[in-house]
């Protein structure tokens, strides 16, 4: 049984830390044959390596972040934050390697969408890669669609950037 909760105990937010520190790895491992480092990867997209700053982050009021468990293990996460008075932005995005392929991705983004549909937030971001074939496909089945970038990266890292964008209705 799949069941996704958000994180709220320093408990949880140290969960969601040990899932972005395999994102991370697999993220290094999945850019290393298109010449990024492993030092810009997890500077510019893993800075947030222990539960503190997890919840520091996305325990705001107008962020969160999700756990993913398959028979009560830690199976993925998601999370997301404000981006500005409309929008807010997904980050996070992970799924176990034990776990993939039983529709652990889709109930993340599922239940992420809803909370973010109770807010105030119309239009969802994502900012990915395009080696993160099976997030885009996830991404893409809930309707989201390629968009104009909407922040800078570093020049050496622009050639695995994909900016994705999504209008959602309240709930």
């Not at 480092?37 to 520091?56: C, M, Q, R, W, Y």
Request: proline content about 5%; charged content about 25%; hydrophobic content about 40%.
């Amino acid at each position: 049984m799949i069941s996704v909760s958000p994180a709220r105990s320093a408990e949880d937010f140290e969960t969601v830390a040990g899932l972005c520190r395999k994102l991370a790895q697999w993220d290094v491992d999945a850019v290393a044959p298109y010449g990024v480092s492993a030092e810009d990867v997890k500077a510019i997209f893993h800075p947030e390596t222990s539960g503190s700053e997890l919840a520091n982050k996305f325990g705001a009021p107008d962020a969160m972040a999700c756990i993913a468990r398959s028979e009560s293990l830690p199976a993925g996460c998601l999370a997301f934050d404000q981006f500005d008075d409309h929008t807010a932005e997904l980050h996070k995005f992970f799924v176990d390697e034990s776990f993939r392929g039983k529709g652990i991705g889709r109930a993340l983004m599922g239940t992420a969408m809803a909370e973010i549909a109770k807010r105030r937030s119309r239009r969802v971001l994502i900012h990915t890669t395009f080696y993160m074939t099976n997030a885009i496909a996830v991404y893409e089945s809930f309707g989201f669609k390629l968009c104009p970038p909407f922040r800078e990266t570093p020049e050496h890292v622009r050639h695995t950037d994909i900016f994705m964008s999504c209008s959602i209705s309240p709930l």
